[in-house]
Structure formats: structure tokens, C-alpha cells
């Protein structure tokens, strides 16, 4: 067992683990934030993507121990439901999920992409940054679109409100 501290959505948190816990297995069992989905434990659809220390990471496949003194964020910590954040927003009115399963994490997925690649963005950088990020419904266009949307809001935005 370890005890790790980190920062989980802007609050601080402490936990003693076994050294074995995954990250996403902290957030969901531990925190019951559940907007974290497990969707493959293998690290290959995405729907566990949360923000370590601001960069995409899949929640299944990091140990809880290496999170620690870092700044987590999950889906709920992104936007609430009186104030989505502008990604959230553009999922909603560019339809970009159907059952929504792999949408927090293609949320998150797309919050980074902009972040590394600008407001700027067009379909083929999106398609090829999603890679990695599953979505078994919807053919991708609509995330696709979303993504750009949500991008063109993020400008929008003084850096602080992201």
C-alpha cells in the first residue's frame, strides 16, 4: 500500500492504494467519478482518456502511483451541467455521440487536440489525432465536426476559461 496525493479536478485529494491501482480504477471506484468509462483495459479505445498534468493520457494504463503530485482531470471537471465547457457544447449541437460511451473520452481526446494543435484545425488532423479513440456508433463525422466546432469556441475563450 502507498498514499498519493494529487489534484483531481481542481481539488485536492489523498488516497493510500495498493501500488498496483490504475489510475482509472482511483477515479471510478475510489472518487466515483464515472464519467471515466473502461470501455477495453487495453489501452486501445479511448474512452478512459483523462488530462495528466494537461496532456491525453488513458486512464488504464497508468498506474495511481505515477499520478502522484500530478493535476488530474476528468470529464466532470471540464464544464458542469449549468456551464458546458465550449468541446461539451459542440458535442450537443453537432450531435457528436449516439449512445455516448466513448464520448467523455473523446471529449477530453479533443479538448488536447486543440491544445497542442490550435483552433485551426481540419478534418484530416482530426480523424488522424483521434486514432486511438473508439467510437462503435456513429461512423465519426459528427465527432469529427463537433471537435472543430468545439475548437473554434476554445478561441473564442480567454486562455484562463479553458
Known amino acids: 500500500m502507498q498514499t498519493i496525493t494529487l489534484n483531481v479536478n481542481g481539488a485536492p485529494v489523498t488516497a493510500t492504494i495498493d501500488v498496483r491501482t490504475l489510475l482509472v480504477q482511483l477515479l471510478r471506484d475510489d472518487l466515483r467519478l464515472t464519467g471515466t468509462h473502461v470501455g477495453c483495459d487495453t489501452s486501445q479505445c479511448g474512452a478512459c482518456t483523462v488530462h495528466l498534468d494537461g496532456l491525453a493520457v ?56 486543440v491544445r497542442r494543435h490550435g483552433a485551426d484545425l481540419d478534418e484530416a488532423t482530426v480523424r488522424a489525432e483521434l486514432e486511438g479513440n473508439i467510437c462503435r456508433c456513429t461512423g465519426y463525422h459528427n465527432i469529427v465536426l463537433a471537435i472543430m466546432a468545439g475548437a473554434q469556441a476554445m ?8
Open 58 to 113: 488513458k486512464a488504464c494504463s497508468v498506474l495511481a502511483v505515477q499520478a502522484d503530485g500530478a493535476e488530474v482531470t476528468t470529464v466532470e471537471g471540464v464544464g458542469s451541467s449549468e456551464h458546458l465547457h465550449p468541446m461539451q457544447e459542440a458535442f450537443r449541437e453537432h450531435h457528436g455521440l449516439q449512445c455516448g460511451f466513448c464520448t467523455p473520452g473523446m471529449i477530453m481526446a479533443g479538448i488536447d487536440i
Open 155 to 162: 478561441a473564442a475563450l480567454p486562455a484562463a476559461a479553458e
